[in-house]
């Protein structure tokens, strides 16, 4: 059915995305080659914490994203990869996108539209990782398989756990 929303159910998350935030050195290199990237608008931001540390946040690229229900225009939609992708031709810049994403992501551009990650689609077209993820030199925004990243989250949640626990043997 032309102009139907892509449902959840119906796209494949072949890459995701997780920022490791006890890597993160807040160096901002991911921001910076995002801006480089964008024209000058990035979309990746480094947020001043507690203590005075930087740490970035983007789009989660969520597999149910809210965002991509509430859009009325189907701006916003899901690409091959499961990337959440904006199609300005379509925004009317509403807003209703930026209410319901729970993490206020997208960004309403003064020319009326919004803008948000969309992964470096066009890097990801020629089989290359998104900026952030290739120029991060604490290597600490992953990149792969749902599979694989659940995988390195759950080895380094059990090394924590054994270095717990060997403590109080």
Known sequence: MDGAKTSSTDITMSFRRL???????????????CSFLHEGRPRIFLYRITGGIDR?????????????????TNALSYDGQGAVTVSIT???????CI??????IPELLPI??????????????????????????????????PES???????????????????HI
């Open 19 to 33: 920022i490791d935030y006890d890597r993160c050195i807040g160096c901002g290199v991911c921001e910076e080659v």
């Open 56 to 72: 970035p946040i983007s789009c989660f690229h969520c597999a149910k994203a809210p965002c991509v229900a509430v859009c009325p």
């Open 90 to 96: 379509k925004c009317i810049g509403c807003t209703s």
């Open 99 to 104: 209410a319901a994403c729970p993490f206020g």
């Open 112 to 145: 009326g539209h919004i803008a948000k990650c969309d992964l470096c689609k066009k890097l990801r077209i020629e089989n290359l990782e998104p900026g952030c993820i290739a120029t991060c030199p604490s290597n600490a925004i992953l990149w792969g398989s």
């Open 149 to 167: 990243i659940a995988k390195a989250m759950r080895e380094k949640s059990l090394k924590r756990i054994i270095k717990a626990y060997s403590l």
